[in-house]
């Protein structure tokens, strides 16, 4: 309350600056991000009741996460772009409005084709809105104090849905049951909504400029979409079958058709070739690929470790992941009040490297083990961690980009981590399959979770590193902060 409340002190300056609304603006992108990274996690826990109910079998039941991760990660680019093209406010509302129909609708679902149909739409919604409340947040908050605190706010919210979510969907599945884990997007979408509609100011008119890419939109969504297929589906057909290897094939055709046609088009490229050649993207993006593949998987297999090896239960479980969202608050208070004394990339190298000791220290759990033993004391080290390294990457990833391209960067920024928890939870999973062999007791499924977790710490060790090597050093936040109020003072002749 404290980040939030220095934060709202300082509004009506940057109001007064650029006719924005940053307050209610604020208020807007963070239910907007809760929201979507809740949705994350907040229907695993509910898995096997939502099998129970609506019939769904082994294999099908994959699709109530694969449906929400396809049109999610394949669509991302082309919700940046339209941000961009079409203005951020408009987009949010349209993405809001279908990420709410489509969580009613999957809570009302009466067979397994309408529940996967409702996780496709919302991740059509999730993609809309995502890019375009990122990048509200990068126009309003360009600098200053007020970006390091906004970011802060906008990383605690990140992280505290995507943990919370476990705990919230175990309490739903128990005590209400499993089509609350849907319904419960239904308050929150129409919060957002009315917050949007009513506080967010709609800009300056987009300049549109040339027609649009429309080759190079199918080409990049048609790619990201089979790229995430193939990933995704490994479970079933394992890394080197043909399936596999033949879905990565086109897909890497594809995006390779696709990066040529960003380069020869005469119309709108979906995404600027040279946006790549910016240090701060392209090191914040490969870092966010890694942190993304590693806490993906340390959820599923700390989720699975703490019901089939320890045998709690979904409510129990969900409640065990709490101390892991208060941990990354804190590290996003931290963050902010480093923020002013440290450049970004020190924070990010920092927590990236506490995050990595706390996976580590997971990766030292026994079948015999407990809560207060095993996970209680790498939950606090990797949370802190995390959280303190969250605020200044997406602050950094959109670094030195032109506005009229914020929506588009903030869509790399969301594909780079989709695509990471895709890569990281196939590819870690298969190891932690291969380590617990074809007879799965507590003993061999803890080796198996163990591994995964171990192979964690490895992945953001290097990000540490990427960060280190890739990522420019910056001056000293607070000189950027004297700019913009010298940028206040009247100018005299």
């Avoid at 996690?41 to 994959?62: D, E, K, W």
């Avoid at 129990?316 to 480093?338: D, H, I, N, Q, W």
């Amino acid at each position: 309350m404290t980040c939030w409340n220095s934060t709202m002190s300082g509004m009506q300056t940057i109001q007064d600056k650029g006719g924005t609304r940053p307050g209610p603006t604020l208020a807007a992108v963070a239910v907007v991000q809760f929201m979507v990274s809740l949705d994350l996690s907040v229907v695993n826990v509910g898995l096997p009741q939502i099998a129970a109910g609506l019939g769904f079998s082994a294999m099908g039941l994959t699709w109530v996460i694969h449906a929400y991760a396809l049109s999610f990660g394949g669509l991302l680019l082309l919700g940046g772009k339209a941000a961009d093209r079409y203005g951020r406010k408009p987009v949010l509302l349209l993405g809001l409005g279908l990420f709410g129909l489509a969580s009613l609708a999957g809570g009302l679902a009466q067979a397994p084709g309408q529940l996967v149909a409702a996780r496709a739409a919302q991740g059509v919604g999730a993609a809309a809105l995502a890019p375009a409340a990122l990048a509200l947040l990068t126009a309003t908050f360009p600098s200053g104090r007020e970006r390091v605190r906004a970011f802060g706010i906008w990383s605690a919210m990140n992280a505290a849905g995507g943990a919370l979510g476990v705990l919230i969907g175990g309490v739903l599945t128990d005590y209400a049951g499993w089509r609350w884990v849907m319904l419960v997007n239904v308050p929150m979408a129409a919060g957002a909504l009315a917050l949007a509609w009513r506080g967010v100011a709609s800009g300056p008119p987009p300049d549109r400029g040339r027609r649009p890419d429309v080759l190079g939109a199918f080409l990049a969504t048609a790619g990201m979409t089979l790229l995430v297929f193939g990933v995704v589906r490994t479970d079933r057909n394992g890394w080197t079958s043909p399936v596999t290897l033949t879905t990565l094939a086109v897909a890497a055709a594809l995006l390779a058709a696709f990066l040529v046609q960003e380069r020869t088009t005469a119309r709108e490229p979906l995404v600027r070739l040279g946006l790549f050649g910016n240090r701060s993207v392209a090191g914040a993006n490969a870092f966010n690929l890694l942190v993304g593949a590693a806490m993906a998987s340390s959820f599923y297999f700390m989720s699975l470790y703490l019901q089939r090896v320890l045998g709690h239960g979904p409510a129990l479980t969900g409640t065990m992941f709490l101390p892991f969202a208060l941990g990354v608050v804190a590290g996003s208070v931290l963050a902010v009040k480093l923020g002013y004394r440290l450049p970004p990339r020190t924070l990010m190298v920092a927590g990236g490297l506490m995050t990595a000791t706390g996976f580590a220290w997971f990766a030292m759990i026994s079948a015999d083990g407990a809560f207060a033993t095993d996970v209680l004391g790498p939950s606090i080290v990797a949370s802190v961690g995390f959280g303190l390294c969250l605020a200044p990457l997406v602050s950094i990833a959109t670094a030195g980009v032109a506005p009229r391209e914020t929506g588009t960067a903030s869509a790399l920024l969301n594909s780079s981590r989709q695509i990471g928890a895709s890569l990281g939870l196939a590819a870690l999973g298969t190891a932690a399959q291969h380590r617990t062999g074809r007879v799965s007791t507590p003993g061999t499924l803890n080796d198996g979770y163990a591994l995964g977790l171990g192979l964690g710490a490895v992945l953001l060790a290097a990000a540490a590193l990427v960060a280190l090597t890739v990522l420019r050093g910056t001056g000293h936040p607070a000189q950027a902060e004297r700019a913009d109020e010298r940028d206040l003072l009247p100018v005299t002749e």
